[in-house]
């Protein structure tokens, strides 16, 4: 049973599996944004889109999936001309996204690292995590 | 100058760490980030001058950005991280502020 949260119905998805590496997790990208580009969105909502998807992706290959080759990453999608909705789910453990630092604090400026998920919540009209935390949905309403 | 073109995504920011780390290192006093061409970077990349910057302010250096486009600043400026990395219009006059500071 999905732990994901209740919502409004999303428009059917189209869903692609890749392996757990960098390279593997450019696949969906492309898909996405050919997709969202099609759907005559701007480019301020194409850069925000691929910047959400990068970090996303970005996350589940370190973080939620470590780093294992062996792993795998579930992406489903949705782009119509009045929205986009990409999902990312990892086979981890999950975490508390509440509990990530706040990274524009002085005292977490110059980490090299935490600034994903501000920057998805920036750019994005809607970023949730399902329960467990290994999941993100996130919604993108076009502004044009 | 350190010149960043096209799409700075995830595979390739262990390169930008790479370059200004060893620049750094190497005790360059000023290294000036070229961005007229870049568009598109993130956290990864931006993680990735943030080690250079780390390692510069080691060594008393310096990294400034130099012509960044509107989406790069933005993203600069959402992070903070253009408290720590000056931006100016071009690479001149990244040079004349720092001839201005010596």
């Known amino acids: ?144 | 100058m350190v010149r960043m073109s096209g799409s700075c995504t995830m595979e390739v920011s262990s390169q930008i760490r790479h370059c200004l780390v060893g620049l750094a290192q190497d005790h360059v006093p000023l290294i000036i980030v070229e961005m007229r061409d870049l568009d598109f970077i993130d956290s990864n990349g931006l993680g990735g001058m943030v080690a250079g910057h780390l390692r510069a302010r080691h060594h008393h250096g310096t990294i400034c950005v130099a012509n960044p486009s509107a989406a790069v600043r933005e993203l600069l400026e959402l992070t903070r991280l253009s408290q720590i990395f000056p931006s100016f219009p071009d690479v001149e006059s990244a040079l004349a502020a720092r001839a201005g500071s010596d």
Do not use: W
Request: glycine letters at 6%; charged letters at 30%.
């Open chain 1, 1 to 144: 049973m999905s732990d994901a949260p209740r919502r409004t119905a999303d428009e059917p998805m189209k869903e692609i599996v890749v392996r757990n590496n960098l390279a593997a997790a450019k696949l969906p990208e492309e898909k996405i944004l050919a997709d969202v580009t099609a759907a005559g969105y701007g480019e301020e909502d194409i850069f925000a889109i691929k910047l959400s998807l990068e970090e996303a992706m970005t996350n589940a290959v370190r973080h939620g999936n470590r780093n294992d080759p062996t792993k795998h990453i579930v992406v489903r999608y949705s782009v119509t001309p009045q929205r986009t909705v990409i999902c990312v789910r990892d086979e981890g453990l999950g975490f508390h996204p509440e509990l990530v630092p706040d990274c524009t604090l002085p005292e977490y400026i110059e980490r090299p690292c935490g600034r994903g998920i501000m920057l998805m919540r920036a750019y994005m009209t809607e970023v949730e995590y399902n329960e467990n935390g290994n999941e993100v949905r996130m919604v993108k309403v076009n502004q044009r």
